[in-house]
């Protein structure tokens, strides 16, 4: 993945791959889910969504569908534009899977660690 040339920078041009390609809407696809799960979770307490959440989640939206339309095209790799906005709204994607993923690794070191420390005093692990 790199931004265009000095030449298109300016226009926000980000080059890719296939592969890279999958991994964004990976991440815009995540973002979005758990913002949905957000507002459920606040419809269930009966709050309000926060000021500019529906903008937020159609933002995302639309920008899962821009990269899901790019991810159609033959070419093997993709030359994306996106306006500063877009761009921002990337870049928390991919920094909100980021944090997921960590998180993740981190419950599967901690119950491994959990089962490991059982078997060493000869007990099994429940999990």
């Known amino acids: 993945m790199e931004w265009g040339s000095p030449a298109t920078r300016t226009m926000g041009n980000l080059i890719v791959d296939k592969r890279t390609l999958q991994h964004l809407i990976q991440a815009v696809d995540q973002a979005k889910k758990d913002l949905l799960e957000f507002n459920r979770e606040l419809q269930v307490k009966h709050r309000p969504s926060p000021e500019g959440f529906a903008t ?5 939206r639309r920008l899962g569908d821009f990269l899901a ?6 070419e093997e790799r993709l030359s994306l534009e996106f306006n500063v906005n877009e761009r921002t709204l990337l870049a928390s994607c991919l920094k ?3 944090v ?20 060493r005093r000869g007990t099994r692990s429940t999990s």
Do not use: Y
Request: charged letters at 30%; proline letters at 3%; a positive charge.
């Open 69 to 74: 339309r790019a991810g159609r095209s033959p």
């Open 96 to 98: 909100h899977l980021q």
């Open 100 to 119: 997921n993923i960590e998180n993740e690794l981190r419950r599967h070191a901690l119950q491994g660690t959990s089962g490991a420390s059982s078997r």
């Open 56 to 60: 937020k989640v159609r933002e995302v």
